[in-house]
């Protein structure tokens, strides 16, 4: 990248504000711009593009294949010998199975259906069992009430969105880039609008919105809610205040009550102060990111009026990466969060970016439950009902406690 026409200080400011959990490249702290990840391999969704599988009954325990299969497993029971098959594609799903009924020996054959548990009701994406917090949140529970209102427009403000990707394409608002800038970059057109080119904007979108019971991948907090991709953040995942300032604006201007921000710096200039009121008062509910240093809260975290989230493990502990203090908004579980990355894929990762989003998508719930609150409300019913972590009541380490997405929206029920 090319870059012309910047002084030593701006080159300075561009870089001041980074991503609040970044590439999977391991698990590191960096000061400033407070990058962590944590990696434990790429997983790709089978759900949708998995080849489809048979169960055949025969009469004798003898290997089973028909043109277009394979027998996978099988067992005995009874006098009868169940195969499993994996057919080659499903396109040809219909001419195997009328091979196999054909075939001697074959008393059945049947496409291999899906089946649930009855009495927990959990959703049937194939990765859910890894995804720790919809579980201790009882999320399944939660959506009795809702799973979130398809008109209500979560602004991702971030890398961007991969809008393609299969469990999150049927609800991305494309936005637009606010890091292409053509007086800067040579040889480089805006193709792509709000194409996540890192992997960050992704992995947020789907703990706020992902698909659910789909099955394939995972769940989102507020499966049915709408999500806006806004590019503020390059493949490096960093940008300026400016960018940021004006990806939120956009967000806002263009019909997104909430933003999510997974993002921030350690300082805080005055333009930056003024933006923030002005968004907290436009009515959007602003939800950020406190950072990864185990230090006080970045900015806009720290803004007056904006929802900061701390991130959890899964055993409830405050991470010790996360940042904090009594001016703290939740906490969220923030380690080791499974979500969609780009290109039909899912990743533990782990931030302070992580936990922001689950909050983001807790908040869309509470206000598809109350469509008539405020944002203020909003952020207000989230602070009251958490869950004391530490000291009663508001604390240095967990703020106002750990979210409690049951209680938010206990009396809204229909």
């Known amino acids: 990248?090319?870059?012309?026409?910047?002084?030593?200080?701006?080159?300075?400011?561009?870089?001041?504000?980074?991503?609040?959990?970044?590439?999977?490249?391991?698990?590191t702290a960096v000061k400033r711009g407070a990058v962590l990840a944590e990696s434990k391999g790429v997983l790709q969704a089978k759900g949708v593009a998995g080849p489809p599988e048979i169960v055949a009954a025969t009469e004798a325990d003898k290997p089973l294949s028909v043109k277009g299969s394979h027998e996978i497993d099988k067992f005995s029971f009874k006098g009868t010998t169940y195969h499993l098959l994996s057919v080659d594609s499903a396109g040809i799903l219909g001419n195997v199975l009328g091979s196999?009924?054909?075939?001697?020996g074959v008393r059945m054959a049947d496409a291999n259906a899906m089946t649930y548990a009855l009495d927990a009701e959990l959703p049937n994406d194939e990765f859910y069992p890894m995804q720790y917090g919809l579980a201790?949140?009882?999320?399944a529970e939660a959506w009795k009430i809702?799973?979130?209102?398809?008109n209500l427009i979560v602004g991702v403000v971030d890398t961007g969105i991969d809008y393609n990707h299969p469990d999150l394409k049927d609800k991305v608002i494309k936005g637009t880039d606010f890091t292409f800038r053509p007086g800067w970059i040579f040889h480089r057109k805006d193709v792509n609008g709000p194409m996540d080119d890192n992997q960050h904007g992704t992995h947020c979108a789907g703990i706020i919105g992902a698909t659910a019971n789909n099955e394939t991948g995972i769940a989102g907090v507020a499966p049915n809610v709408k999500l806006m991709a806004v590019k503020s953040l390059d493949a490096a995942g960093r940008g300026t205040e400016y960018d940021v300032m004006k990806g939120v604006a956009y967000a806002v201007t263009n019909g997104a009550k909430i933003?999510?921000?997974?993002?921030?710096?350690?300082?805080?200039?005055?333009?930056?102060?003024?933006?923030?009121?002005?968004?907290?008062?436009?009515?959007?509910l602003v939800v950020a990111a406190a950072g990864n240093n185990g230090d006080a809260l970045g900015f806009p975290a720290s803004y007056p009026g904006v929802l900061s989230v701390g991130a959890s493990d899964s055993g409830g502990a405050l991470a010790k990466f996360s940042n904090h203090d009594a001016?703290?908004?939740?906490?969220?579980?923030?380690?080791?969060?499974?979500?969609?990355?780009?290109?039909?894929?899912?990743e533990k990762m782990s931030g302070t970016s992580m936990a922001a989003p689950?909050?983001?998508g807790v908040a869309a719930l509470v206000w598809s439950a109350h469509p008539d609150w405020t944002a203020q409300e909003v952020m207000d019913r989230i602070e009251s009902t958490a869950d004391d972590k530490g000291a009663p009541g508001i604390d240095a380490q967990f703020g106002h406690g750990e979210v409690n997405l049951l209680a938010a929206l206990q009396d809204s029920r229909r």
């Not at 201790?136 to 999320?139: A, C, G």
């Not at 809702?146 to 398809?150: I, R, V």
């Open 1 to 27: 990248m090319k870059l012309r026409h910047l002084s030593p200080a701006a080159l300075a400011l561009m870089f001041a504000l980074s991503a609040c959990g970044a590439h999977p490249t391991g698990v």
């Open 100 to 104: 196999l009924r054909a075939t001697a």
């Open 136 to 139: 201790q949140k009882n999320v």
């Open 146 to 150: 809702t799973m979130g209102d398809p």
């Open 259 to 284: 933003v999510s921000l997974s993002l921030g710096g350690t300082g805080t200039t005055s333009v930056e102060r003024k933006f923030y009121e002005a968004a907290v008062q436009s009515g959007c």
């Open 327 to 346: 001016s703290m908004g939740v906490t969220a579980p923030g380690v080791g969060i499974l979500s969609t990355v780009p290109g039909n894929s899912y």
């Open 358 to 360: 689950f909050v983001a």
